[in-house]
């Protein structure tokens, strides 16, 4: 049986390891976003092909912040924080399943590329938020 102390470190941990990946996802997407708009302005095959490997680098850490984020909403879901914070994490991991599957299958205009930044945002906010919340409970 684990303590509350341990539950609620394997928690903060798992929201590492999530934010970890989505904010590496953010940098690469800011990154493409650079690249999209010299390819825009008449960048040459070097440019596409570097857009588009960090747009295959960005898919790559979705999905392992997919991963990370069920291994978080797990892991918080052994830590009584209450219902309210439990619903709010289901609701986000529902969201996480939906959006950052496959999100550059039809990737074709640079502001996909913003509006995806935009929902990591909101991602990497919400997982911080849930992790300050724990490390309050010490």
């Known amino acids: 049986m684990k303590t509350p102390q341990q539950q609620r ?3 903060v941990a798992a929201a590492d390891a999530a934010l970890g990946h989505l904010e590496s996802a953010y940098d690469t997407l800011r990154s493409a976003g650079r690249w999209s708009i010299f390819d825009i302005l008449g960048g040459d095959l070097f440019a596409a092909l570097v857009k588009h490997g960090k747009i295959d680098k960005v898919n790559t850490e ?3 912040a ?25 609701d986000f991991l529902t969201f ?3 959006f950052f599957d496959d999100p550059f ?4 205009v640079h502001a ?5 930044k935009g929902e990591i945002e909101n991602a990497i906010v919400q997982v911080r938020s849930v992790r300050e919340r724990l490390l309050r409970l010490a």
């Open 96 to 98: 996480a399943d939906f």
């Open 112 to 116: 996909r590329i913003n509006d995806l």
């Open 62 to 64: 979705l999905d392992a």
């Open 9 to 11: 470190d394997e928690a």
């Open 66 to 90: 997919r991963d990370a984020l069920r291994a978080f909403v797990q892991e918080v879901q052994d830590v009584d924080l209450g219902s309210a914070l439990r619903v709010e994490l289901d």
């Open 105 to 108: 299958s039809d990737l074709m």
